[in-house]
């Protein structure tokens, strides 16, 4: 726990707690949470993340989509590819707490 020191206000607070919950819900499926552990790594296109996951394109596309929407991740097309890398940095302050938690040995 921190250190108790000036109060924040409590609309900020409010805020920010939104915010954390509106990261939290996107990051607490299964397959979003493959998706962004995979795209910490770095960039990759959809085919490779299909492959690598083995998350069926339907899927795939939908929970990327949901990513997208959420500005968690942003895409760069190279001819008939589409690649994908993480955009926001809580996202991957988040992916980095989660790895220590549950992946590290």
Not at 16 to 23: M, R, V, Y
Not at 67 to 90: C, H, M, P, Q
């Amino acid at each position: 726990m921190r250190k108790k020191s000036a109060s924040i206000d409590l609309s900020v607070m409010q805020a920010s707690a939104e915010k954390a919950s509106a990261l939290l819900k996107v990051l607490a499926n299964p397959d979003r949470l493959l998706l962004m552990c995979q795209l910490s790594q770095g960039e990759l296109c959809v085919s490779d993340l299909e492959e690598q996951l083995g998350i069926r394109q339907p899927t795939l596309s939908q929970q990327l989509g949901v990513l997208r929407d959420n500005a968690l991740v942003e895409t760069r097309r190279e001819g008939k590819s589409i690649f994908y890398s993480i955009a926001s940095k809580e996202a991957i302050a988040v992916m980095n707490v989660l790895y220590e938690q549950f992946c590290a040995k």
